[in-house]
């Protein structure tokens, strides 16, 4: 991966490989669940250091099989063990119950490649029967033709697979102790072995570069977006969007190219996201029209609402019913009540705005001293004129009228006019300077 980081710390959409796996493993709800790590150290467990997993180090890494053999402390005899790979990020919790099905057997997860190059071949008798798994390093020229390969997920019971893992040898040409090798010894004790496929391809796709990371992201995004289309989400077009997280969607949603979906965003009935719209843990209620290059984090946004183009909503802030906000808007952390507006270039920032609020253009509410935030409440019904600051802890009363390019830094009575102006001068005379000649 050419990285600092651990391979399976990188991510597929929005989320770390290794994470993917765990979450899926959970969903099956077993006893435990057990991270053998190597590479990276101690960044493994501190990126899921909020997840019950157990983690024992690998030290040294000697294969496969050793691998697992470090588990073996930590598991109870009478339980069955499942083997899946932190850089496989995408089986699925459907194909994790194939394997659990069978009891008392050593059940693979194979595949059918038709460029089967640098996995291990799965090798059956005349009978059909799954005898042992070679490595494409070992395997012969015949062997390397085979299409069925092994993707080394796989469950057994834990008790057979504790003798197994003692009695592993490391003589094969990496001098490592391959998991694989159960197998050969499965079949010399006349313990039955099955084989299940995936119910989808990808499932069993692995990464070691970044081109496959890359590949597999679209693999996945597209399935994503499938999902979307099935329930009836209008997409502009599938092959343009990024869902990093969870995107839940009622009726009649329509979304256009390029838009990004990160944490869990939660789109009402009849919402629409413009092109290239980035949302971040957000509930937006139906009808609501988001335009084009807006950006929305860790806010609610109400019913019928017109956010954008351009606008920015950050984390804090819960806009009403029927609020507008323009090009070049920023909120954060602030509260705007029903059909109040804020339509071009200003900063609301640490402020509670009451219903039918007109905010002007170029209006700066002015919360920050340098060392603490202040609030602005701005009442029902006011009127703010453009290119006003308003200096917290300010309040602005109901009905109030601020004139446009007022510095307020006094409280507002309720509906007079309030303005901070130096008086205008023309001054009789005046000639504007000319460059000298030279």
Same mark, same amino acid.
């Given at each position: ?11 597929? %959409? ?50 496969? &099989? ?61 009978? &059909? ?100 289309? %099935? ?43 413009? %092109? ?39 984390? *804090? ?79 602005? &009363? ?30 009789? *005379? ?9």
């Amino acid at each position: 991966m050419y990285s600092e980081k651990p391979k399976v710390l990188h991510d597929i %959409a929005g989320k770390t490989m290794l994470q993917h796996v765990v979450d899926t493993a959970a969903s099956i709800l077993p006893d435990k669940i057990i991270v053998i790590y190597g590479h990276g150290g101690e960044k493994v467990p501190q990126a899921l250091q909020n997840h019950s997993a157990i983690f024992v180090l690998q030290e040294p890494q000697l294969g496969t &099989g050793h691998a697992v053999k470090q588990a073996l402390p930590h598991m109870d005899n009478d339980g069955v063990c499942l083997v899946l790979y932190g850089d496989v990020p995408l089986v699925q919790q459907e194909t994790l119950h194939k394997l659990l099905n069978a009891e008392n057997t050593l059940t693979l997860l194979t595949q059918f490649l038709d460029d089967p190059k640098g996995y291990g071949r799965i090798i059956r008798d005349a009978a &059909g029967k799954v005898c042992r798994i070679v490595e494409e390093k070992d395997a012969t020229p015949e062997q390397r033709t085979i299409k069925e390969i092994n993707t080394g997920i796989l469950a057994a019971p834990t008790k057979l697979m504790r003798k197994w893992l003692n009695d592993l040898r490391n003589e094969n040409a990496q001098g490592e102790y391959y998991l694989t090798d159960i197998v050969a010894m499965a079949v010399e004790q006349a313990v039955k072995i099955n084989s299940v496929l995936p119910s989808y391809e990808w499932e069993v796709k692995g990464i070691n570069n970044k081109l496959q990371q890359a590949e597999l992201e679209r693999i996945w995004q597209q399935e994503l977006a499938n999902k979307l289309l %099935a329930q009836g989400v209008t997409l502009a077009d599938p092959a343009r969007l990024d869902i990093r997280g969870e995107l839940l969607c009622e009726k009649d949603v329509e979304i256009d190219v390029g838009c990004i979906f990160e944490g869990v965003v939660i789109l009402g009935w009849g919402v629409k996201v413009g %092109a290239y719209s980035v949302i971040k843990n957000t509930r937006i209620a139906g009808n609501t029209n988001i335009a084009p290059f807006s950006h929305i984090d860790d806010a609610e946004i109400g019913n019928g609402c017109h956010i954008g183009p351009f606008a920015r909503i950050r984390p *804090g802030s819960k806009l009403q019913n029927e609020v507008h906000i323009g090009n070049f808007v920023e909120i954060k952390n602030s509260e705007i009540d029903n059909y109040s507006k804020a339509n071009h270039l200003s900063y609301i920032g640490d402020a509670t705005i009451g219903s039918r609020v007109n905010i002007g253009a170029g209006t700066i509410t002015c919360n920050y001293d340098g060392a603490n935030k202040f609030r602005t409440v701005i009442e029902d019904d006011a009127f703010i004129g453009s290119d006003t600051q308003l200096v917290a802890p300010v309040k602005v &009363g109901r009905g109030a009228t601020i004139g446009a390019g007022s510095t307020i830094t006094k409280d507002t009575p309720d509906g007079g006019l309030t303005l901070s102006r130096a008086k205008q001068l023309s001054v009789s *005379g005046w000639q504007r300077p000319t460059k000298k000649i030279k």
